[in-house]
Each structure stands twice: as structure tokens, then as C-alpha cells.
């Protein structure tokens, strides 16, 4: 994939004037919001960097997983959450907000508002399907594994126009980003995703680091705990094809749960042969967290959106359930898919 060299053009030609940017990530932020976020940070520093200074910032709904912290500028990315009146003047002055990893600005939560009424030219680079139509310019784009990986498309074409070094920073951030969307090489992967990895590990980033820093720095509890969810949390329903993992209160009190510990425990039980659809049910926050994976032909987004209060992509969505008890949401996982793959449609 490539990106339109005409959208480039606009994208430059919206990031001249501005005195004050604003880049917004989603609620819980993965790899893929903080590398996207933070590479895009760093290529504007660079795109500015000598001339009269504008004031580029970083911002997410709540708390970035500890293992995403070693990334450059993820220190200085502001949570909504911890300081919610620092977050709103950054909004509110800014000239410029540019949106990234989210089709929907409901993802950023209580800046969704602020954001809507913004007067500031609004940007959107995402990948996931139907974006909301809010900003002033839309890139996006779902033939493409990753937000950093359309963010580096989209960077290199704007670079060329603008003479722009692409530091090293913004390399390393949106490789990380894609890295951790596609699972490590294994899901949404395209044929310019190569291409990417490809022209940016000849930049000379530290890759063994960053494989190191996201997929061997489990803690111990965390490695207990995904060995206890295989062996006690799953359920599996051989003739729908599907598994479902329940991770209870009880259970992340006992093994210590911390932000992201979980993180892609919904994707092992797709390892199993037969194993079509995957979900991971979480407890916590006053709903529980729903997460749908599928390796085959089931739109798990279709799914999300009938049953689960929620979407996104086809084989990856996410949503939640607000008045279930966390004792039922397997049988009701079960009966939602019966009714669906007997063609239940709302
Ligand atoms: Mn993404």
C-alpha cells in the first residue's frame, strides 16, 4: 500500500500553520496507540525542529501497560485519567488534533466532547473499518496491518515533500506499534508491512531490544496467570469451533493483575486446530471487557456489534457488557454465537 500522494500534500499542507498539535490516542492504549502516538511525535519535532517552536503533545484516555513504557516519549504521553485539567487545556489550545488508531471518537472517552467541540483542524489516520466522519481530513485505510504502519506510509510521502529527516525515534516507535498490532508477524499482515519492517530496520533501529522489551518481559505472575487460564479459566465448544477465556476479580487480586497483563491470552486459544473464534471475558472497572478474535470466516466485528456492545475489525473487536454477571458470560457467549451462526441478524 502507499498513500495518495495528493493526502499528503493536504496533510502537510494542515500541519504548516499549526502552533499547537494535539495527537489522541484510545482508551486503553496498546502498542500500536503509543507507537503510532509516539512516532508521530517525533517526526513532527523533527518536521519543526529549528524553526519557531510549536508545541507537539501526546495524549490517551487512561494508564499505558508497563511493558509499553520503555518506548521513547512514552513517559510524556498525558493521561486523561490522572490529570484530567492538563489534558483539557492541551485540547482546548490546541490548533490541530490528530486522531490516530480509532474509528470512533467515543474511544477517547471523556475527550470525545472537547474534541467534537474543538474549532481546530481535525485529523484522522486509523485502519480500522467505517471511520467516523469528524475530521477534516480522513486517512484511512484497512488493507494495512497497523495505525503505525499507514502513519509510516503516510510520514515517508510527507517527508519527501517537506525534506523532512525521519528520525530514528519515530522508526523505532511505529516499527513497535506494528510489531505488537500484527502479533509479532502473525495477523493482518501485508505485503508493504514487510516493506516497512524492511526499510526500517536498514535505519539501524535496535530490533532485538524491542522484540525483547514486548514479547520476553512477562513477570512471573503474569506467566502463572496465563498458565492458570489455560489450564482452569477456558472453556472450549467443540461444534461452534469456539473458546472462551473468563478472567474474574478474584483471580487478578490473586495473581496481581496489573494493566496489560492479559494482553493476547485472547489469542492462544486459536492456537488449538479446530478453534475458530476466540473471546476473552474481563472483570473489573464496573463492566466487563470483552475481546473476540477469528481465524476464519466469522466477522467477530458483526458479532461485537450485535451482542457485545462494541466492533472493529473482522478478525479482531473488542467491547462490553455492562448488566451480566461474570458467572454467566460464557453461557451467554454460547447462546450469542448459536443464535448468530444460525443467522440471527438485529
Ligand atoms: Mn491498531
Known amino acids: 500500500m502507499t498513500v495518495d500522494s495528493k493526502i499528503a500534500g493536504e496533510f502537510c499542507g494542515m500541519l504548516l500553520p499549526a502552533k499547537k498539535i494535539a495527537i489522541v490516542g484510545h482508551h486503553n492504549p496498546d502498542g500500536d496507540c503509543i507507537g ?43 493521561l486523561y485519567s490522572d490529570n484530567p485539567d492538563k489534558a483539557t487545556s492541551i485540547l482546548e489550545e490546541a490548533d490541530t488534533i490528530i486522531c490516530m488508531d480509532l474509528n470512533d471518537l467515543a474511544r477517547t472517552e471523556e475527550m470525545a466532547d472537547i474534541i467534537r467541540k474543538s474549532a481546530a483542524r481535525k485529523i484522522l489516520i486509523d485502519h480500522h473499518p467505517f471511520p467516523e466522519k469528524f475530521a477534516d481530513l480522513t486517512v484511512s485505510e484497512t488493507e494495512v496491518s497497523s495505525a503505525s504502519e499507514l502513519a509510516w506510509w503516510l510520514i515517508c510521502e510527507a517527508s519527501l515533500k517537506t525534506g523532512t529527516e525521519i528520525p530514528v525515534e519515530c522508526k523505532a516507535s511505529l516499527y513497535t506499534g506494528m510489531m505488537t498490532d500484527t502479533n509479532n508477524f502473525c495477523n493482518s499482515v501485508f505485503p508493504s508491512t514487510f516493506l516497512m519492517a ?13 522484540q525483547m522489551e514486548i514479547m520476553n518481559s512477562f513477570s512471573e505472575e503474569r506467566m502463572r496467570l496465563m498458565g492458570l487460564m489455560l489450564k482452569d479459566k477456558m472453556t472450549v465448544y467443540p461444534d461452534l469451533k469456539a473458546a472462551v477465556l473468563v478472567l474474574d476479580q478474584e483471580t487478578k487480586d490473586k495473581y496481581n493483575y496489573r494493566d496489560g497483563d492479559s494482553e493476547g491470552f485472547v489469542n492462544l486459544p486459536l492456537k488449538i486446530r479446530d478453534i475458530e473464534i476466540s473471546a476473552l471475558f474481563t472483570q473489573g472497572n464496573g463492566y466487563i471487557k470483552v475481546s473476540l478474535r477469528s481465524k476464519g470466516a466469522v466477522s467477530v466485528n458483526r458479532l461485537c456489534r450485535l451482542f457485545f456492545n462494541g466492533g472493529g475489525h473482522e478478525r479482531a473487536a473488542g467491547g462490553r457488557l455492562y448488566d451480566k454477571p461474570i458467572e454467566e458470560v460464557a453461557d451467554y457467549f454460547e447462546k450469542s454465537l448459536r443464535l448468530f451462526l444460525g443467522g440471527f441478524s438485529a
Not at 502516538?37 to 507537539?56: R, Y
Not at 487512561?62 to 512514552?74: K, Q, R, S, T
Not at 526499510?199 to 531490544?209: C, L, P, S, T, Y
Open 36 to 78: 503510532s502516538l509516539t512516532g508521530m511525535k517525533a517526526w513532527l519535532d523533527s518536521l519543526f525542529g529549528g524553526k519557531e517552536p510549536v508545541k507537539v503533545s501526546t495524549l490517551v484516555p487512561n494508564h499505558i501497560p508497563y511493558y509499553l513504557m520503555f518506548m521513547d516519549g512514552a513517559d510524556s504521553v498525558v
Open 198 to 210: 524492511s526499510q526500517i530496520a536498514e535505519a539501524g533501529i535496535d530490533r532485538e531490544k524491542i
